[in-house]
């Protein structure tokens, strides 16, 4: 089945400095990929949506100067968080929409910024 | 806006019996897709069961049901036989019949089975 490849796993940063976040689609296009972040116990929450080539669009309260995301190629979607401070510590999850109304999810990536 | 109420945080249920959790949502549309997920321990989203709101056929994945009440706006999910490998956290979703591929989610129901 389609996958959806995202590195790191976890990612431990200092504050203030900047931490990518990659997501590869290995056998299928990602025309679109979604990113959400999800506290511990808590449901997911959706960041922002990036389509191959244009800009990202942000949820309501989603900095896009903090979260700069990247889909500059069909099989690449890349969230940057800059500045990261302790508050960004969290999960983040990508996923990538397959055919009509099927979704891959990224295993996500465990942001620690101390 | 669409919402997906997930009433239950937490259930329990012994291995080898059959547990129910429940969703609702609250739409205006007509044409929607549902979906059930769980997340294990690993946190890896794992698609369930997919249901489309003109079939009213309830869909059925070998161990794994719904029963989908589209004038009641209900979508829950029942589970069969329940395994221990089935501890996780479920979420409902809900994803518009357009060409808007976005998902909302619900809180999410903790199951919890007990050997």
């Known amino acids: 089945g389609a996958v959806v490849s995202q590195h790191p796993s976890w990612v431990i940063c200092k504050s203030g400095t900047s931490v990518k976040i990659e997501c590869r689609s290995l056998d299928f296009q990602a025309t679109t990929m979604f990113w959400y972040r999800q506290f511990p116990k808590q449901s997911l929450m959706l960041m922002a949506t990036?389509?191959?080539?244009?800009?990202?669009?942000?949820e309501q309260g989603v900095e896009k100067d903090k979260f700069l995301i990247n889909h500059a190629s069909l099989t690449l979607s890349t969230l940057t968080v800059t500045s990261a401070h302790p508050e960004d510590s969290s999960f983040y999850i990508c996923s990538g929409v397959i055919g009509a109304y099927g979704y891959t999810f990224g295993s996500g990536t465990r942001l620690t910024v101390v | 806006a669409q919402t997906v109420t997930q009433s239950q945080p937490e259930m329990s249920v012994q291995e080898a019996e059959t547990v129910t959790l429940s969703c609702t949502y609250d739409t205006s549309e007509s044409d929607y897709y549902l979906f059930w997920y769980k997340q294990p321990p690993s946190r890896q989203m794992i698609l369930v069961i997919r249901q489309e709101a003109y079939k009213q056929q309830n869909a059925t994945e070998n161990r794994f049901s719904v029963n989908f009440q589209k004038a009641a706006k209900s979508f829950s999910l029942k589970i069969s036989d329940s395994q221990l490998g089935d501890a996780a956290m479920y979420f409902c979703?809900?994803?518009?019949?357009?060409?808007?591929?976005?998902?909302?989610f619900g809180k999410g129901t903790l199951l919890t089975v007990n050997p």
């Open positions: 979703a809900y994803r518009s019949g357009g060409s808007n591929y976005k998902l909302t």
């Open positions: 990036s389509n191959e080539g244009s800009k990202a669009t942000y």
